[in-house]
């Protein structure tokens, strides 16, 4: 049977890094690309130097081109990862959503999805103005928890929102409520409740954060599975690109090193 060192899941930033450092090691990978990707309605990027307001999708292609023309160890599959089974700690065996099936020795994932679950508190923020509105949708809790913060600057509002309406001239927004009464803002800031995209981390028992980010603890970013390393948006509530570029540099290294440390019998690092 014929073993891939790497199967990095998730063509985005930290895939990308991800394959490119394991490249340098000499391992070999393939990553899964699902074609789904958080920034994917975004018509820009930031903070990447020598990327600053570029497409994201052009980031990705000629990140996908440079290691397609440099590294002849990693491959790339147009497809999504269906089922991860764990055999040993250096055998896994993952089906993909063409209904092929590979034998790997470790798992770096980078997927993630964006996903909005049940309401959370919104940020008003007119302009960037001295007083700022904290909604909190009718949580009692929350509300009872941000009162004592409360002044002249902040405003806490418990009403239950029903909708927000973009208005004509696309400068503000309504928050209609489920009262009746509405109010325009001229800023919205919103954290939404993300989920990590595909069902293998589940099937693998992969522990996450209260976040419901999943835990793996920098520097080398492993999993509560020995084998299986995260980076990118699924370990962070900070979901930017240089943060996942990082973070996949370096769960990476720590695979590489875990690999060779088991193909010379040497006592594993973590």
Known sequence: MDFLDVAVVGAGAAGFTAASTLARQLHTAIVFDSKSYR????????MVPGRENRQPAEFRSSAKQDIISNYDTIEFADAE????????????????????????????????????????????????????????NGNNDLTTQLNPVANDNFQVDSRQIKRLVE?????????EFVDGSS????????????????????????????????QADAPAHQTSVRGVFAAGDCITPYKVIPGAISSGCNAAVAVASQLQAEKYGQPPMF
């Open 39 to 46: 920034n994917a309605n975004a018509t820009h990027m930031h």
């Open 81 to 136: 990862v269906t089922k991860v089974e764990k055999k040993s700690d250096a055998h896994f065996l993952l089906w993909d959503s063409t209904g092929k099936e590979w034998d790997f020795l470790s798992i770096a994932s980078s997927a993630r999805a964006m996903k909005i679950e049940a309401p959370r508190p919104l940020v008003f923020l007119p302009s960037f103005p001295d007083k700022v509105t904290l909604y909190t």
């Open 167 to 175: 208005n004509t001239h696309a400068d503000s927004v309504t928050v």
């Open 183 to 214: 109010k325009e803002e001229k800023f919205l800031v919103h954290n939404p409740l993300t989920t990590v995209k595909g069902p293998w981390f589940s099937q693998l028992g992969i522990a996450l954060t209260s976040m419901g980010d999943i």
